[in-house]
């Protein structure tokens, strides 16, 4: 029962590296997204998509980058690492609830257990 | 916009103890409702949610009661164990909003034997 798999679980970059966090989900979800989270402020979405091929902005998508070629993967890419982006990223996942098995949306996300950045 | 507001942790209660960690929120429309848990060095996961009006959510012990009158949705638990030491996180899904989740700051509950 894999679920939803992150790497890496830690990280340590020098300002302006640039660096791919992975998520993949076994559970054939449409659905996935990538937060952060911060002392504070609670979880804040950086970018989400619906299907393969299908991202989309969240909250906070400045300095990240992340496609879609497959429903399994899911990956947030830093371009140019910064200090603020420090954070612990967490990647999630979930049935759209709109395609096969109809119905809406029913809110449960499936969370991975988290990867810790540091940017010095 | 839309947004939750959680009270301030940490929350620290001896083992059977009553648990009430306040939610509140703003938003358009009728959302629906979650309480998610997170473990040390875990993931989050849904303890319970709730879709309209007056439904309330439960499980494993906790409850929580979605009030459109006071924009609320309080988790509360009658008794509880060491082991419900982690930081629960209020959130709320917008109509069609597909699964795009807005979360509160998290409450930190620290409980002793």
């Known amino acids: 029962n894999a679920g939803v798999t992150q790497t890496p679980k830690f990280q340590v970059l020098k300002t302006g590296q640039s660096m791919t966090l992975q998520c993949a989900q076994d559970m054939n979800h449409e659905y996935m997204s990538w937060y952060r989270q911060d002392p504070g402020m609670g979880l804040r979405l950086i970018h989400y998509s619906v299907g393969a091929g299908i991202t989309d902005q969240g909250e906070v998508p400045n300095g990240y980058n992340v496609s879609r070629s497959t429903t399994e993967d899911f990956p947030l890419r830093l371009l140019s690492a910064a200090p603020s982006q420090t954070s612990v990223y967490f990647c999630?996942?979930?049935?759209?609830?709109?395609?096969?098995?109809?119905?809406?949306?029913?809110?449960?996300?499936?969370f991975g257990e988290g990867s810790r950045l540091t940017v010095l | 916009g839309n947004s939750v507001t959680q009270m301030e942790g940490p929350v620290t209660l001896s083992e059977e103890a009553f648990l009430t960690i306040n939610c509140t929120y703003t938003a358009t429309g009728y959302p629906s409702l979650f309480w998610y848990v997170q473990y040390p060095g875990e993931g989050l996961q849904l303890l319970l949610k709730?879709?309209?009006?007056?439904d309330k959510g439960s499980n494993k012990g906790f409850e929580a009661t979605y009030r459109k009158e006071t924009t609320s949705f309080h988790l509360e638990k009658g008794s509880v164990q060491v082991s419900d030491s982690a930081v629960y996180f209020c959130?709320?899904?917008?109509?069609?909003?597909?699964?795009?989740?807005?979360f509160g700051t998290g409450t930190r509950l620290l409980v002793s034997p």
């Open positions: 999630a996942s979930s049935y759209n609830g709109q395609g096969k098995a109809g119905g809406s949306p029913t809110g449960e996300l499936f």
């Open positions: 959130a709320l899904r917008l109509p069609r909003g597909f699964q795009k989740l807005v």
């Open positions: 709730a879709t309209k009006a007056d």
